[in-house]
């Protein structure tokens, strides 16, 4: 597992690691895009599971990850490590192509070098672009990344096509398109996490752009469920099966929604700060679930407010970090 000290990563591993007879070797180099304090917050939660081995360490580094190749010998990937988000400036344009590019292909290499059986990556909504027709479906090729995030998203994408047409090759792999994933201990740079910190510490959330943008909203309970039902769905397909699926709950939610139904359910009213856009930022999202319920049946997700009242006692408790944290944030 990749990104491990991540969002999704470290909720992936506490489900993964409740069986016994799984082991998970997690690698994270706690980079800094935000707190490393939050991420080994999260590490600190798997500490008890036995069977979950950590290793701080750099995908591009190639003989280091040899070795643990060698010393474990994984029978399949979870690759969720990436420089997330589509807004960092100019001179942290790099760490897209470090991590998301070079450091993918490390990965990704190291995984057929090795004879791994399943290979699952991270990918995201942000390949669809403005072009796509909505619902987002992954057969969609109109579909043109807006962002550099995204693009290097879309190359993992076709970096992982190319292995259907290696017969040398026999490892199956899958892209799991995750739709704005959110939810307790999550990602500071996010807005929904930035208005829950606004509304219990009465700092002012700044909102960019209009409020009527539109985002598929995931919980990462479900995330987490169907990545895992995805895992052990693609080991039923035959040696060099490729392909990707949607992981979004198909009902968008504006920020407008998000933010009057977080004001009712923690009882305060939001400081709001209005600034100009992103050029990168979609209009709406929204996941067709069509595929996913073809390979996994009709999925049910849980409902915005029913999340938004199951992560808040985390919010609520960690209530005089949660600035520190969203201040981390590197731009």
């Known amino acids: 597992m990749t990104g491990a000290a991540g969002f999704i990563g470290s909720h992936l591993i506490e489900r993964l690691t409740k069986d016994p007879s799984t082991i998970v070797v997690g690698i994270d180099s706690l980079e800094d895009y935000y707190s490393v304090g939050l991420k080994s917050e999260r590490l600190k939660l798997l500490e008890s599971h036995h069977n979950f081995h950590f290793r701080n360490l750099n995908l591009n ?66 390949v669809y672009g403005r072009n796509a027709t909505v619902p987002f479906s992954e057969s969609d090729e109109s579909a043109t990344p807006e962002s550099l995030y995204g693009w290097t998203k879309w190359l993992n994408e076709q970096t992982v096509g190319g292995i259907r047409f290696k017969n040398e090759y026999s490892m199956r792999a899958r892209g799991l398109r995750f739709f704005t994933v959110y939810g307790h201990l999550g990602r500071p740079d996010m807005a929904y996490f930035r208005v829950l910190t606004s509304l219990l510490t009465g700092s002012t959330f700044r909102i960019f752009g209009d409020a009527n943008v539109a985002r598929d909203f995931t919980f990462i309970d479900d995330v987490v469920r169907i990545s895992v039902e995805l895992g052990n769905q693609i080991a039923t397909e035959p040696p060099g099966f490729v392909d990707v699926v949607n992981v979004g709950g198909g009902r968008p939610v504006s920020l407008a929604e998000y933010i009057s139904m977080s004001e009712q359910i923690v009882g305060r009213s939001l400081n709001l700060l209005e600034t100009d856009g992103f050029r990168d930022d979609l209009p709406l999202t929204h996941a067709s679930n069509r595929y996913l319920n073809g390979l996994l049946g009709t999925q049910s997700f849980v409902k915005l407010e029913e999340a938004l009242t199951r992560m808040l006692p985390w919010f609520e408790k960690n209530a005089r970090q949660l600035d520190d944290w969203v201040d981390s944030v590197r731009s």
């Open 61 to 126: 580094d190639v003989s280091s990850l040899s070795s643990l190749f060698q010393e474990f010998q994984p029978e399949g990937v979870y690759h969720l490590a990436a420089q997330a988000g589509v807004r960092l400036g100019p001179k942290h344009l790099s760490r897209y192509f470090d991590s998301n590019v070079t450091g993918f292909a490390s990965i990704f290499s190291k995984s057929l070098e090795f004879g791994v059986s399943d290979f699952l990556y991270a990918s995201s909504s942000s």
